[in-house]
C-alpha cells in the first residue's frame, strides 16, 4: 500500500551555494498514493520497512541531486584542512583553470560548475538541516566518483563525509551508505566498492550490498524496493537493536594454506550459502601476479580457494570487476561484498 499517513518526507529543495544557508524552504508530505511519487523510492521503502516493523511515526528527510560528487557534500572547509586531499585539490585546480568560460554556453557553464563545486551542495542543501535531530543518515552516491582520476580519493572523502557531518551535528550519528550495484563500467567501479567497503570501520556505520540487485546496461537499477528493505535491516539491527542479518557477508581475514587460500567472513547469518549452484565469482593470483579463475568451497563461516595452475597462491579476489558474475550470500539471503586481498596497482 501506498497510503502509510505515519511516513510522511520533507524534500530539500534548491541547489548549491556559496555559502552555508541556515535556511530552507519546504514542506512534510504524508505518504498518500496522490503524493508517493514525489518520495525519493529508495527512502519511501527503507521507512516503509521500518514503520511496518517498528511501527509509531516515521519522518524522511531527503535532499539529493542525481549524478553529483561527494566533494560537493562535504563542507568545503573540512575538505581544505584534510592533508590527504592534497592531490585532490592539486587536481580540481588545473580542471577549474583550464576550463574557458568565454566561449561557453550557458549550459558548459552551469555544467562546469556542477563537476567542480567543492561543498556548493553542502552549503545550500545540507547546511539548512543543521542541527535537526536525526536518527541517522543514509547516504546513496558514488557512480560519478567511479572514474580513474576520482577513485583514488573516495575513501578519504567518504570517511570525511560521515566525521563532518556527525561534527556539525554534535555526535555519532549512525551513518549507512548503498554499495554500488553491478552494472557494465570501468574498473573504477570496483574500486569505488572498495573504499566503500574500507569505510565500514568508522563506528557506527553500516552498508548496504547491491551486487546482485543491478542491471548491466542500466545505470539506474530499478529494483529501489530492496535498496530500501536492505538499508532498514541495518537500521533494525544497528540503530533500533533488533535482532536481524543487517549485513551480507564480509571478508574478515585470510591465510594461505598451501595450495588454497582459507577467507573467514563476519556476518554470516544462517551460514555461508553459494546461491543457484557452484560458488563462483573468485580469482587467484601467486607471485607472478597473474589472476586466473578459481574453484572455491564453503567450509562453515570460511571459503577455500584453489586453482590447479597457481601451485603457491598468494592474493585471492571475489566479484572484481564492476559486472560480476558472483553468488556468495549468507542464510538470510544478503549477497557478500566484493573485496581483494591485495593492494596491487592496476
Known amino acids: 500500500t501506498t497510503h502509510v499517513p505515519q511516513i510522511s518526507m520533507f524534500t530539500v529543495p534548491g ?24 518520495f525519493s523510492a529508495a527512502a519511501y521503502f527503507f521507512g516503509r520497512e521500518i514503520h511496518r516493523v517498528q511501527g509509531g511515526a516515521v519522518g524522511l528527510i531527503t535532499s539529493a541531486v542525481g549524478g553529483t560528487l561527494i566533494e560537493s557534500w562535504i563542507s568545503p572547509e573540512a575538505q581544505r584542512a584534510t592533508p590527504a586531499l592534497k592531490d585532490f585539490f592539486a587536481q580540481h585546480g588545473k580542471l577549474v583553470a583550464a576550463f574557458d568560460r568565454t566561449n561557453a554556453t550557458a549550459k558548459e557553464i552551469s ?29 546513496y552516491q558514488g557512480e560519478s566518483n567511479a572514474s580513474p582520476e576520482r ?38 567501479w570496483a574500486h569505488i566498492r572498495e573504499a566503500q567497503l ?13 551486487i546482485d540487485i543491478g542491471e548491466s546496461r542500466n545505470l539506474h537499477p530499478p529494483n529501489k524496493q530492496e535498496v530500501g528493505r536492505r538499508l532498514a535491516q541495518w537500521a533494525l539491527g544497528d540503530v533500533y ?20 587460500i582459507v577467507l573467514r567472513f563476519r556476518h554470516t547469518d544462517g551460514g555461508l550459502v553459494a546461491k543457484d549452484g557452484p560458488l563462483t565469482g573468485f580469482i587467484v593470483a ?9 574453484s572455491a568451497r564453503i567450509e562453515g563461516d570460511t571459503v577455500i580457494v584453489s586453482a590447479p ?8 579476489r571475489y566479484a572484481w570487476e564492476a559486472d560480476p558474475i558472483c553468488n556468495l550470500t549468507n542464510g538470510a539471503g544478503l549477497p557478500a561484498s566484493p573485496f581483494r586481498t591485495d593492494d596491487w596497482k592496476p
Open 241 to 260: 537493536g533488533r535482532k536481524v542479518a543487517t549485513s551480507g557477508p564480509l571478508i574478515a581475514r585470510h591465510e594461505t594454506r598451501g595450495s588454497e
Open 198 to 210: 574500507k569505510a565500514l570501520d568508522l563506528p557506527r556505520t553500516g552498508m548496504a550490498i547491491t
Open 111 to 139: 555544467t562546469h560548475e556542477n563537476i567542480t563545486s567543492v561543498g556548493g551542495l553542502f552549503n545550500g542543501k545540507i547546511a539548512p538541516l543543521i542541527p535537526y535531530a536525526l536518527r541517522g543518515v543514509a547516504w
Open 15 to 38: 541547489s548549491r551555494a556559496e555559502s552555508a544557508q541556515e535556511d530552507c524552504r519546504g514542506t512534510w508530505v504524508v505518504c498518500s498514493p496522490e503524493m508517493v511519487g514525489r
Open 151 to 188: 577513485a583514488p580519493f573516495y575513501e578519504t572523502q567518504l570517511r570525511l563525509l560521515v566525521r563532518d557531518w556527525r561534527a556539525k551535528w554534535g555526535g555519532e550519528l549512525p551513518f549507512a551508505w548503498v554499495q554500488l550495484p553491478n552494472v557494465k563500467r570501468t574498473e573504477s
Open 286 to 294: 601467486g607471485e607472478n601476479r597473474a589472476w586466473t579463475p578459481a
Open 309 to 316: 595452475n597457481v601451485p603457491r597462491p598468494i592474493a585471492v
